[in-house]
């Protein structure tokens, strides 16, 4: 139903430009072992994943959608808030979604096919959904959630044409700035991107010099890990836990088996990706991995043996499934930095296993960071009261575990831990 260029026209693209640069550096087809740059992936120097320039507005008969987002902040609250301020927006709520379901349908074909713009759309539209959605009164939310047309067929037609999934994602938010906690990390990964491409760049890695560089470069490594461990320890001076797990969070939940998300006017039979925006999706802390060879999968034979819950975690394939998530150059990105299997290169050099291994022991010192954060921000909260403005919450035991549950349905405390032990498992002996 995709009227745009597909995803499979923009790869296209994608390697066309990558072929087009590799021959002007080169004159002929370079071998897998050359020039590894990021600008190939729409990965900017300074900005790392972020967009180079903020996108803008939504033109003509699609200031539309800019202007009903722009009200949305203001009259709308969750669905399940019971305080007196939501009460009170509770007739305005209702009539915006009342305008949206009386929307004209607009033709996506008008937007154009730039990515910027595209990438706008998916924005715009993709917050409209989750306003939508998460507003319904309960009532009108228990087994299914119906997505109507005006909203359902453009955002499934933006999303296909760029290859995202017709949800919120990280990339999403954090073009926004919105959630300023994983910018400021996504940021502090420009630096991390610059230490990957110094060292895939190097000509010899195994000479005297060689050796002196890559140990150089994997210390910055670390001190930048470190960094990024200590924005995550920082989370409770800028953000109120219970804030954060009540009022926020749920904004961002993607379609619950319990009430399915249906899209009006688009074929039931169409398979979607409908997690919901999760750090998980950080197209920084994924490189990171690929980087390093962390292998969350568990396909390496590696020490020591994975638990049974880590095998469970691994099973449920996570972090793979986050990466649907992200931009699709982002993807091709990972790929290609997994290619060089940087580990491979230090396990063959006994001076080299040390500054390697000392990355990886800040990676596991971070996601054990992360666990401490995911207990306070999460699962202490599921049992906590919620803010008294909210009124009284459901506190069935149902509910309660179904609360401490991460994106994508997983138990979080498992989820973190799977994580950190695969990660410790990449360590050179
Ligand atoms: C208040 C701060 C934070 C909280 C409460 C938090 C919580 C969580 C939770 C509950 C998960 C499980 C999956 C999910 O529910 O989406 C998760 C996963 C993840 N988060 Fe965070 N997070 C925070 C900050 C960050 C930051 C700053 C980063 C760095 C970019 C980050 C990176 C990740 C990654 C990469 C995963 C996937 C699992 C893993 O790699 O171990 N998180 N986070």
Same mark, same amino acid.
């Given at each position: 139903?995709?009227?745009?260029?597909?995803?499979?026209?923009?790869?296209?693209?994608?390697?066309?430009? %990558?072929?087009?640069?590799?021959?002007?550096?080169s004159?002929a087809?370079?071998s897998?072992?050359?020039?590894?740059?990021?600008?190939?992936?729409d990965? @900017?120097?300074?900005?790392g994943?972020?967009?180079?320039?903020?996108?803008?507005?939504?033109?003509?008969?699609?200031?539309? =959608?800019?202007h009903?987002?722009?009200?949305?902040?203001?009259?709308?609250?969750?669905?399940?808030?019971?305080?007196?301020?939501?009460?009170?927006?509770?007739?305005?709520?209702?009539?915006?979604?009342?305008?949206?379901?009386?929307?004209?349908?607009?033709?996506?074909?008008?937007?154009?096919?730039?990515?910027?713009?595209?990438?706008?759309?998916?924005?715009?539209?993709?917050?409209?959904?989750?306003?939508?959605?998460?507003?319904?009164?309960?009532?009108?939310?228990?087994?299914?959630?119906?997505?109507?047309?005006?909203?359902?067929?453009?955002?499934?037609?933006?999303?296909?044409?760029?290859?995202?999934?017709?949800?919120?994602?990280?990339?999403?938010?954090?073009?926004?700035?919105?959630?300023?906690?994983?910018?400021?990390?996504?940021?502090?990964?420009?630096?991390?991107?610059?230490?990957?491409?110094?060292?895939?760049?190097?000509?010899?890695?195994? @000479?005297?010099?060689?050796?002196?560089?890559?140990?150089?470069?994997f210390?910055?490594?670390?001190?930048?890990?470190?960094?990024?461990?200590?924005?995550?320890?920082?989370?409770?001076?800028?953000v @109120?836990?219970n804030?954060?797990?009540?009022?926020?969070?749920?904004?961002?939940?993607?379609?619950?088996?319990?009430?399915? =998300?249906?899209?009006?006017?688009?074929?039931?039979?169409?398979?979607?990706?409908?997690?919901?925006?999760?750090?998980?999706?950080?197209?920084?802390?994924?490189?990171?991995?690929a980087?390093?060879?962390?292998?969350?999968a568990?396909?390496?034979?590696?020490?020591?043996?994975?638990?049974?819950?880590?095998?469970?975690?691994?099973?449920?394939?996570? %972090?793979?499934?986050?990466?649907?998530?992200?931009?699709?150059?982002?993807?091709?990105?990972?790929?290609?930095?997994q290619?060089?299997?940087?580990?491979?290169?230090?396990?063959?050099?006994?001076?080299?296993k040390?500054p390697?291994?000392?990355?990886?022991?800040?990676?596991?010192?971070?996601?054990?960071?992360?666990i401490?954060?995911?207990?306070?921000?999460?699962?202490?909260?599921?049992?906590?009261?919620?803010?008294?403005?909210?009124?009284?919450p459901?506190?069935?035991?149902?509910?309660?575990?179904?609360?401490?549950?991460?994106?994508?349905?997983?138990?979080?405390?498992?989820?973190?831990?799977?994580?950190?032990?695969?990660?410790?498992?990449?360590?050179?002996?």
């Amino acid at each position: 139903m995709s009227i745009l260029p597909s995803p499979v026209h923009m790869m296209g693209r994608l390697f066309d430009g %990558m072929e087009t640069y590799r021959k002007s550096r080169s004159g002929a087809p370079p071998s897998s072992t050359q020039v590894f740059t990021g600008r190939l992936f729409d990965v @900017d120097p300074e900005m790392g994943f972020f967009p180079s320039q903020p996108y803008r507005r939504l033109p003509g008969e699609f200031e539309l =959608w800019e202007h009903e987002l722009e009200n949305a902040r203001s009259v709308l609250k969750l669905g399940e808030d019971r305080g007196s301020d939501a009460f009170s927006k509770c007739a305005k709520g209702e009539e915006w979604r009342q305008r949206l379901r009386s929307w004209p349908l607009l033709d996506v074909r008008n937007l154009g096919n730039g990515i910027r713009v595209l990438r706008r759309a998916h924005y715009v539209l993709t917050c409209l959904l989750h306003f939508y959605v998460h507003s319904l009164p309960p009532y009108q939310a228990k087994d299914r959630v119906v997505i109507p047309k005006p909203l359902s067929i453009p955002l499934v037609q933006v999303s296909q044409t760029i290859d995202l999934p017709p949800v919120l994602t990280f990339a999403d938010i954090t073009e926004e700035n919105f959630y300023l906690l994983s910018a400021a990390a996504e940021l502090k990964g420009v630096e991390m991107l610059r230490v990957f491409e110094k060292i895939l760049n190097m000509p010899y890695c195994t @000479d005297r010099v060689g050796i002196a560089t890559l140990t150089r470069e994997f210390e910055k490594l670390v001190r930048i890990i470190d960094e990024l461990a200590a924005i995550l320890k920082n989370a409770s001076k800028t953000v @109120d836990p219970n804030i954060f797990y009540w009022m926020a969070r749920p904004w961002w939940n993607g379609s619950d088996a319990a009430a399915p =998300w249906v899209f009006e006017g688009v074929p039931s039979d169409t398979p979607f990706d409908l997690g919901g925006a999760s750090a998980g999706q950080s197209s920084v802390m994924h490189a990171l991995d690929a980087f390093l060879d962390i292998d969350h999968a568990l396909n390496q034979a590696r020490q020591p043996a994975p638990s049974a819950e880590n095998r469970e975690t691994a099973a449920a394939g996570f %972090m793979e499934k986050m990466r649907r998530y992200m931009p699709v150059e982002h993807r091709a990105y990972l790929v290609q930095l997994q290619k060089r299997n940087i580990r491979d290169t230090m396990a063959r050099h006994s001076e080299l296993k040390g500054p390697y291994n000392a990355a990886v022991e800040a990676l596991k010192a971070f996601r054990s960071a992360h666990i401490r954060t995911g207990t306070l921000f999460v699962i202490s909260q599921a049992n906590s009261s919620r803010p008294e403005c909210m009124g009284t919450p459901d506190f069935s035991a149902q509910a309660k575990a179904d609360r401490s549950r991460g994106t994508g349905g997983n138990p979080v405390a498992t989820l973190l831990k799977g994580g950190r032990d695969a990660t410790a498992r990449a360590i050179l002996n």
